[in-house]
């Protein structure tokens, strides 16, 4: 079994930053990929970013550029730093192991 809480969401100016936080327990060993998805009210869930167990690291075309993925081992976190933010990025972001485990959610709203 795996755990995962997001912490660090909330409300920003266009063109600021946020940085979110995973933080994981349980067998992350048996994890192949961590990722952030994202979902917007009416919208269905979204790939944002996948970082995985070889550190190859995938992003969506519309935050290329502007979040980075990352993780701290030793920590057993996972992080979603997102600059130039955009109203369009408004949504609850959740962040998944596998597509298998999945967290609460954490709501970044951005104001125009």
């Known amino acids: 079994q795996v755990q995962l809480v997001e912490s660090g969401g909330g409300l920003v100016q266009a063109g600021g930053s946020l940085r979110l936080s995973c933080a994981a327990s349980g067998r992350l060993f048996s994890m192949k990929a961590m990722g952030w998805y994202r979902q917007a009210p009416g919208k269905q869930r979204e790939l944002v970013a996948l970082?995985?167990?070889?550190?190859?690291?995938n992003y969506a075309d519309s935050v290329k550029g502007r979040f980075t993925i990352s993780r701290d081992n030793a920590k057993s976190t996972v992080y979603l730093q997102m600059n130039s933010l955009k109203p369009e990025d408004t949504a609850v972001y959740y962040c998944?192991?596998?597509?298998?485990?999945w967290g609460q959610g954490t709501q970044v709203t951005v104001s125009s």
């Open positions: 998944s192991a596998d597509r298998q485990y």
């Open positions: 970082i995985y167990s070889s550190g190859t690291i």
